[in-house]
């Protein structure tokens, strides 16, 4: 299938437009991938979910024999005025050190794209500057949001044949909670975690700034899109546009965690589509990120107890990802080895 054409929104009702229009799974695909699998050297359904696995990059890739030959980690980073209110244990410069980190290759996520052959790219988005407090304003207006979803949405190399996605900013776990708060309902405190490490001080602070946003912003939290620009922040607006652009390229997604779910909320809340071509790479330990994954549709393929963030569970998934399509092109068939399948009695 030829790849589309991306579009750039200029507003959100272009943005509705685009979610409302996003190509479909290419089930002829799925269904020789699932063929393949009935007819390899195991027995039938023996390699559980990594069967799964490679009929989804199939019908997803639009290839009846799947590739991964690009796999691509992508970082967005942002830095979050709502920092200002004390939620967080370190301050909006760590943001911009963990960026050079990453160049530097020091950071953890630099370690596991060199043990699964991932490649890295990091996006950071003006971080010299914050976003607006959501406590007391709209933390961007819609042109800044249809901006950085923008730059999400020209981040993905159309010749990528998976991306994980994930994320660094100061503060941004305050802004995912306030988020699911919005979409999801219930109090603040059962969104809210304890991020970079808080103390019980700093989680009651953080509670407090996402009860006071959810009271700022109440009249105007029926939209998702208006969720997602009053509280959130500019890396959770580019992996929304991240996770558009590689449905629109037929490039299946792994989500990181607590923070990029986030980004993936917004668009489901949006057009309840418009994550299919997305797996969960794991469960995090933050918050009730255990919850959000059930609201999603997703069953998490790792569940390590890790809060890192920077795509690191997404990454690490990615490795399992890998072996399941080396199974599904590599092993022979049952004609193949010569070995006689099952009979019936």
């Known amino acids: 299938m030829t790849k589309l054409p991306l579009e750039s929104p200029k507003s959100f009702d272009d943005l509705r437009n685009l979610l409302a229009n996003l190509p479909p799974p290419a089930e002829a695909c799925g269904a020789a991938a699932r063929a393949r699998q009935a007819d390899l050297t195991k027995p039938a359904g023996s390699l559980g979910r990594l069967e799964e696995i ?49 160049a530097a290759g020091g950071a953890a996520i630099n370690q ?71 979409l999801y309902g219930g109090v603040a405190a059962y969104w809210a975690g304890r991020g970079t490490g808080l103390d019980d001080a700093g989680l009651a602070r953080k509670i407090v700034a996402i009860e006071a946003a959810l009271a700022v912003h109440a009249a105007h939290l029926s939209e998702p899109l208006e969720v997602l620009r009053r509280l959130g922040g500019r890396e959770i607006a580019a992996m929304a546009g991240a996770i558009i652009a590689a449905r629109r390229a037929n490039i299946p997604v792994l989500l990181d965690g607590y923070v990029a779910c986030a980004a993936a909320a917004v668009l489901q809340a949006q057009f309840p589509d418009a994550i299919a071509h997305c797996l969960a790479g794991h469960k995090s330990a933050e918050g009730a990120h255990a919850d959000v994954l059930a609201r999603l549709g997703k069953k998490p393929l790792l569940d390590l107890g890790m809060r890192l963030g920077e795509a690191s569970g997404a990454a690490l998934a990615a490795g399992l990802v890998k072996a399941a399509l080396a199974c599904h092109n590599g092993m022979a068939t049952f004609a193949e080895a010569q070995v006689a399948g099952k009979t019936g009695d």
């Open 54 to 102: 490679a009929e989804f990059l199939a019908r997803w890739q639009r290839r009846e024999r799947p590739a991964l030959d690009r796999p691509l980690v992508l970082i967005f980073a942002g830095n979050h005025g709502v920092v200002a209110q004390g939620v967080s244990a370190y301050p909006p410069s760590v943001t911009q050190a963990m960026v050079d980190n990453f």
């Open 112 to 182: 596991i794209c060199k043990g699964f052959a991932l490649d890295l790219k990091v996006m950071p988005l003006d971080l010299v500057t914050a976003t607006e407090d959501f406590t007391q304003t709209p933390a961007m207006d819609e042109a800044t949001a249809v901006a950085y979803f923008n730059r999400g949405l020209a981040s993905v190399p159309a010749d990528a044949d998976l991306v994980a996605i994930g994320e660094m900013g100061i503060g941004n776990t305050t802004s995912a909670a306030a988020i699911y708060a919005a």
